[in-house]
């Protein structure tokens, strides 16, 4: 796994990410390149047991790799296909896997960006969720992804959505329980290379 | 409307049914307590200046609903280019119809429903399921409360005072098979039983948790992530909200999805924070994928139009003032509440639900003001309160016992001209006993003894008619029941080098204020501003030796005066004595020495929070050398002026309820005795803990610095 050393100032905001998203019960890891990133996120499919998965979009010159990686590990692997009803699809694998449009640090947040809500169903039915985020979109404060929800907005029909790991609930004695409706396993790779 | 007696016997009779679980008290306080703990450390994290974060949030709710008419146009337009539909209902009934006839329309049968306290407030389920509807609740706690038949009990957590045995029960009768109690387990199930509904409803529906005018964006924030997976699959969506959701801009959501989690369960933020602009498509197909907001007046515009209770609307719906309220913590939400719990439920059911319902449960605020202390929007809730008993009785009347205790200020004016009889007779065992029987003054409670030489005769000498530039506001405590410890208050200022003058003045009238009679709490405002401010000269300062006084004058009047300039003046001048006499000291004003050995556990009187003076007192102990430490619970001890007096589980036997916790803490602090500011806790934690309690002046002893 890389290692955050020569980050610069980014050093901070990135590893701030990774420690409050594992705070939050998720996985967070740093990849240098796109053969990294499959890497990482393909041993975490397989850790919890994932046998199958459902790929949505994905960083520039990962698909390749990753889908070539998934696919020597014997996942079977699914992406969009208009001739299937999506929800039939995403409801039968077990993880997910997207990529979000951005992140904050201070809170372990992934800032998913859907223009159609088969983002959002990768990210919410399976078991096993997996994000890449690209690392120099990572901020620091939620108050800082004011521009990217305003530009975002600007489309007739979009939803943002905060994800600061994986669903959880308190409602029984107020002890917390991961997985409840959404993904009990989630790994954030934050890509360094982009 | 029902009289006060009526409403009375009922509520005693709720509180009753629930005095004697003492077992399932310990585990809300504790679910409560645990929640106030992580609060305290998202606040650490989160916003470190609290204070800025708190005004931050008010201005932003301030700001919409000073708006909220331009705010709701610009929102409708917005999202009506965005494709969506947007109804306005005027009330409850309305809101329900609009929703039934979508759900018509669409021929829905089976409905998913994401948390949302604004249809429970409009009663949307039993309306859709007399409509032969099926209505599923997606949030656990919802599914849970509404598997059990009952009303969400917490604003945050619906089923909190479900055990997991309980929760095993109703989950096994679901599932047709027996369940354990593992909390995992119950979750699994909850899982699968609720992911079939997820994909076969034909509906769904959530509340709105914000909502966005100038993009047309309503915000829905769930840690479980249900309202996703009821609206991603479902090919009509409804959002229900309440119109004081609205804020202006993208910046200002942002500032209240932080608010929310932080001051709410103590999370750096809710793990699913929807931003929905337009429905967006799936798959690519957006035919037939609707989205329809329901936006709902029910009586939010009265609020808004109505100067007292206009900021009630600026409610975050965090739960952060039940969690902290001593008798909610005490009672919980089926007793505390209607469908709107809590202190802030009080204000909004009495314009959603009515003045009665509100009145049902209204006495259960003891006005210790702490509701208003960890309020992220910083509301008046005591105020609000306050103002439905005062409308209430207008109509209802006021309860006997209340006008007893409110004019406990005559009994001693009276007493203290006969003080050994008059301390006799409240010994006296017949004399209790036919005062609980016809005043309802509870026979157990130790009541104080008038001090049989009045403060005025202590001060002769000492205090001066003109110049002064510290004012003492006796009140009740030090007028008649310690003058010796006023007259050392006195003692140490003008050793300090201070002219201290006693002007013209009557006790705080708090109690007045606290049952909600208003007209007199104003008649003794206006007397007390009326002599203070004459006799206060530039730089003068006020201060009391009770914090309830100090309270009233700093934070009561002004409104109570609709912000008169005296009234303002008195306030401004008004600051704490221990405060006052802890700079003193550590300026190298003022020598303090211990007259009592041994350690201090210090109590916090609700009314000293509102100063944040609770350091002040220890370090005025600790500068004598005497060991002090704060033994609280974060919340009040039950006393609440003369709430604790009164007969009754509507007075004494909750009071000492309350009380229990903090009274175990004492006991288990092995100090030698206790110190508080407040002549009220002081009885109340003496009777409760058989522990001495003193007032801070009663263990120290002021000098003038030594000349060197």
Known sequence: ?194 | MRKASELHHVLSEKVAAVLPKSEWRKYLREALFRTLDKRSEAIQLMAHDFEKFRHDARRVKAHAVNNLDKLLQQFIQNCEKRGAKVYLAKDAEEACRIVYRIAEEKNARLITKSKSMTTEEIGLNQFLEKHELKVVDTDLGELIVQLAGERPFHLVYPAVHKTRQDVAELFSREAGRKLSDDIGELMNFAREYLREKFLTADLAITGVNIAIAETGTVIVETNEGNDRLGNIPAKTYIAVMGMEKLVEKIEDALKLIVAHPVSSTGQWLTNYVSFLSGRTPLAGRAEEREMHIVIIDNGRSAMRDDPVFREALYCIRCGACMNICPTYSSLGGHVFGHIYTGPIGIPWTAFVHGLEKAAEFAPLCISCGLCREICPTIIDMPYMIAEVKHRYIQKGGQMFVNKVVESYETAYRVGSKFPRLFNHLISSTTTRFLMEKFLGIERRRTLPKVAAKPLDKLLLGKVVENGADALFFADFFARYLRPDIGAKAVDALIHAGYRVSLPPQRSSGYPYFAYGDLDKARKQAEYNVRNLSKALSDGAVIVSIEPTATYTLKHLYPKLLNHIPEAEKVSEATTSLTMLLHTLTKDGKLEAKPVIEGRAAVHVPCHERAFNSCREVVALLESAGIEATVVETGTCCGMAGTFGMKHGVLGYELSNVVGEELFNRMKASSCSYVVSTSSVCKIHISDGTSLPVYHPLETLEFTAPRKR
Request: net charge negative; aromatic share 8%.
């Open chain 1, 1 to 194: 796994m890389a290692s955050l050393a020569g980050f610069g100032k980014l050093h901070d905001v990135l590893g701030l990410f990774m420690e409050r998203f594992r705070i939050l019960g998720g996985y967070a890891a740093l990849a240098e390149n796109p053969e990294s990133a499959a890497t990482v996120a393909a041993d975490f499919l397989r850790q919890h047991g994932s046998r199958t998965v459902f790929i949505s979009k994905l960083p520039t010159g990962l698909t390749q790799p990753l889908e070539k990686k998934l696919k020597e590990m014997g996942l079977q692997v699914y992406s969009y296909d208009s001739s299937e009803d999506p929800v039939h699809v995403v409801k039968m694998v077990d993880a997910g896997i997207s990529t979000a449009a951005a992140a904050v640090a201070e809170t372990g947040t992934l800032v998913e960006v859907a223009f159609d809500d088969v983002e959002r169903l990768v990210s919410s039915l399976p078991k096993t969720y997996v994000c890449f985020v690209n690392g120099s979109t990572v901020v620091k404060s939620v108050y800082m992804t004011s521009g990217l929800l305003r530009s975002a907005m600007e489309r007739d029909r979009v939803s943002v959505t905060f994800i600061s790991g994986p669903s959880r609930s308190g409602d029984i004695e107020q002890r917390l329980v991961l997985g409840i409706h959404g993904p009990h396993h989630v790994l954030s790779v934050v890509c360094s290379w982009l």
